[in-house]
């Protein structure tokens, strides 16, 4: 099989485009035709080393994959032919393999069933983000009729957030630059503010949120807390602008009933909320965030797009890719590692 392999930490011209062996399915598993895969943040942190303590130094990348089974056991949940999407436990830990590649395998309770109303590109883009909106919303204990506070709502992880707590009934405000406030309001976003004209501590100091999903950190966690019911809950995502000294003593005061409770997580891969991603498409209350699907003879127009920061989110596919276009393809990833989804198409 064909896949993007490194094997030492460096920049994007590290990942090389090889044949590989399959990987061999194990009982529970199923191995899996990757259709669709999606580039996070994670990925190209994993790929210059800077989480070396759960990165293997020759790894496939990648975790988000939306594919066809190719085989299955015979009491599977999941049988030959399915089409299915979830997010690999290998992405990140110690595993050499990944999901940048035409087949992976994976436990059949990991995956759901994408919806008929879902292509494989849609179903790829969202099982990392949606997992992680889920897990820091279900830890932020956010209740139908709550106030939440969602930062970077146009982002990948943001925009997944807001849909999510809308769907379980919040209330759901959310930041985002100017240019994005009408996709968050379409996302479901009650209200949105312009993190650039406007602080948060000052637009609801009279009313207060019951939970907060911080992306940011930094001055923006300061400013949630100021804005934050005392009883609260804010959920982080990992960042590198999270202090971990002022994280520690949240966590403490928290733990004690002095101040709200602090929360912070990795993102786990998870059936039931894999269901829950699928029972949220099939509705029609979560789409995923996609300007447009482009060929792989279109990289360098993409490239440029992104390094103008023109699109949100990029979903790229990519329906063949020959010697001749290896080059290309280093230049394209090499770029859009920093877009909050990127998709390979392997059909």
Not at 10 to 22: M, Q, Y
Not at 178 to 205: C, H, P, T, W
Request: glycine share 8%; with cysteine; proline share 4%.
């Amino acid at each position: 099989m064909k896949a993007v392999v490194y094997k030492s930490f460096g920049p994007p011209d590290v990942l090389k485009l090889v044949n590989h062996p399959l990987p061999q399915r194990s009982a529970g598993e199923v191995l899996v035709r990757i259709r669709s895969t999606s580039v996070n943040p994670v990925d190209y942190k994993i790929r210059r080393g800077s989480i070396p303590v759960i990165s293997k130094k020759e790894k496939i990348l990648g975790g988000d994959l939306a594919g066809v089974i190719e085989s299955a056991d015979a009491d599977s949940q999941m049988t030959k032919g399915d089409r299915v999407f979830g997010l690999s436990p290998d992405f990140t830990f110690t595993s050499k393999w990944g999901t940048y590649a035409e087949y992976a395998t994976i436990k059949s309770n990991l995956l759901a069933r994408i919806p008929d109303n879902t292509s494989f590109d849609e179903a790829a883009s969202l099982p990392l983000v949606c997992l992680t909106a889920m897990q820091a919303l279900e830890s932020a204990q956010v209740k139908p009729g709550q106030r939440v506070l969602i930062h970077g709502g146009s982002g990948g992880v943001g925009s997944a957030a807001v849909q999510i707590a809308k769907a379980w009934g919040a209330h759901v405000t959310s930041t985002c630059s100017s240019k994005n406030m009408q996709l968050v309001k379409e996302l479901g976003a009650d209200e949105v503010i312009d993190y650039r004209e406007q602080s948060v501590d000052q637009a609801f100091k009279d009313n207060p949120f019951d939970a907060v999903v911080d992306q940011i950190g930094g001055a923006t966690t300061t400013q949630s807390l100021a804005v934050l019911k005392k009883n609260g809950h804010i959920s982080f995502v990992l960042n590198e602008n999270l202090n971990y000294a002022k994280l520690t003593a949240g966590l403490a005061l928290g733990t004690l009933g002095l101040g709200p409770k602090y929360h912070l997580g990795f993102v786990k891969a998870d059936g039931r909320m894999m269901q829950e991603v699928a029972r949220l498409l099939s509705t029609g209350k979560l789409k995923a965030v996609i300007a447009k699907i482009f060929p792989l003879e279109e990289a360098a127009y993409v490239t440029c797009l992104l390094s103008a920061s023109v699109l949100q989110c990029l979903h790229a596919c990519i329906d063949r890719v020959t010697c001749q276009e290896q080059k290309l393809l280093w230049l394209f990833l090499a770029v859009i590692a920093k877009a909050p989804c990127f998709c390979y198409c392997s059909c």
